[in-house]
């Protein structure tokens, strides 16, 4: 039989827990950059210049039981690394209160700064001698339709309205196996292998499987490419617990 003894663990004191979240926050931002770029993805010098112009610029002063320093970290961290209030709170050892109205306060201060943050984008002129660039638009987007529908129903749709989508002369669309090969519109082979995993390391074993492989690595890319860009909407939508 086996016996197992229980240490009862100390909770700490208010001033131990001052004392922890200190040095916490020297070795976050004080120590050296290694953590400072892991924990914040910026360096200490950085750091500071965000802290000062959040203070003269945002408006945002130390509070009785917090500095500046320790809220804007605390904000950067969540924005650095996607982490819940919960996770945040026993990680600089406050509650959860504290942290998400901390958070809100942060916010606002630093939306302040979208002038100074925010570099705004400089339109491609249309006689851009890289030809790159007009490949990297949405061209069309379709919203609202409600319940489920069939791809080719969708687009059907978008291409009968007066102001719908239009398909420029001589290019096309790459589409998967759920429309059909028509004006515009570039299909895969169906009954053919597609995908990257089926075709790697293999030659193409017909010229429709050839098509088919250069078809999904087309689509690879965009599929990529779309992720990308889903990934920083989701961080925009993020909203902090209250």
Known sequence: ?????????????????????????????????????????????????????IRDIGGLRDTRNMTLEEIVAMFVYVLAHHKKNRTVAHKFLRSGETVSRHFNQCLLAVLKLHHMLL?????????????????????????????SAHDGRVLLDAISRPNGLKVPQGCYYLVDAGYYN??????PYRGQRYHLNQIQGRRPESAEEYFNMKHAKARNVIERYVASELYKLEKLNFTFKR
Request: some cysteine.
């Open 182 to 187: 028509s004006q515009g519109f570039l299909a």
């Open 119 to 147: 570099k705004t984008p400089v339109p491609i002129s249309d006689d851009c001698t890289d030809d790159r660039w007009k490949y990297f638009k949405f061209i069309y987007v379709l919203p609202g339709w409600e319940g």
């Open 1 to 53: 039989m086996m016996y197992f003894k229980y240490r009862k663990h100390r909770i700490l004191s208010k001033e131990e827990k001052r004392v922890e979240r200190i040095q916490y926050l020297f070795r976050l931002v004080s120590e050296n950059d290694a953590a400072c770029i892991s924990q914040l993805r910026m360096d200490r010098r950085t750091f500071t210049m965000l802290c000062e112009m």
